[in-house]
């Protein structure tokens, strides 16, 4: 044998041998491959999202969140990203603000300067439909719409939208000039590349295991009834499936709050669920809504408070229930 072909297995023995040890060690330490990179490894975190000052006081008071000892915020785009621990699960939350712009960007900062491995979103919503649900109640969409995305056909056009404005002229029904208006689509961007974006109406909430843990959610968790001496007229229930929609308006008109239930099949409403929805599956993430409700639209009374509280039990619930966090390369 010459010395070239020697030379040649004797460095094809070492790398077999190299790899034999790569992977056994791989199969003893998960992380191995992340520890012997060129980047610091960090546990991947939750990242809980919400709306307002109510939501951010149900999670405080709990006592559920403890924040790091180490840099435990930072301001970043005039928000406040808030790390910690939620029982025993590692957390990034954020108030986003209301309305579905403040809530896109506040969703997307988060993915783009933290390793994310889902994102829950819990917050407040008014009942279209008082049949199902009422205040102290908390929803677990399926899927939830943009419904305030409208095109407004002109008066008399021959293609008539979903919400014809005459059909609530009182005390008759009949012609009004403010026509007619479509709801439309929206466009959802994939971040595979060479994807095309695709025009949708609803956005699904597809989780791998999103019925398992919202059935478990049902078993044992006992919601809140009462907050500063106002009590629920019945108990209240976490609910699964149904839709929500959102728009950019707070719905309190009970005819239209008929109109989104009649014909959109919604059952909920609020101002941020479907931009949180379309955020996270922009960049293929997965991810939850939990609503609170607060209100029946249309009818007198509130309890903001109670659903935040409601709300932020079920979201808290939910994410004991994930599976354990990995590590991730650093950003």
Known sequence: MSGVSFAALLVLGLLLVTAKQSMQMSLRNPTAEIESSNCKPEVLRVGLVLTSDNNEKALKTSGLFTADSDNPYCSIAGRMFNTGTLGSTPIVYVKTGTHSVNVATGVQTLLLEFNISEIVFFGNAGSLD??????????????????????????????????????????????????????????????SEGSTPKEVFWLPVALPWYKAATEQLTKDLKLKECHSGRCLPRTAKVILGLKASTSDFYVKNEAYGAFLLKKLNASTTDSASAAVALTALSNDKPFVVIQGVSNVVGVQGSYPELASQNAFQVAAAFINLLPTQRLACKK
Do not use: C, M, R
């Open 130 to 191: 008082k049949n199902v649900l009422v205040p102290g109640d908390v929803l677990v969409p399926e899927a939830v719409a943009f419904t305030g995305v409208w095109e407004w056909e002109k008066f008399e056009a021959q293609n008539k939208g979903q919400l014809a404005f005459g059909h609530y002229n009182v005390p008759v029904n009949g012609e009004n000039l403010l026509g007619t208006v479509a709801h439309e689509n929206i466009t959802l961007y994939s971040p």
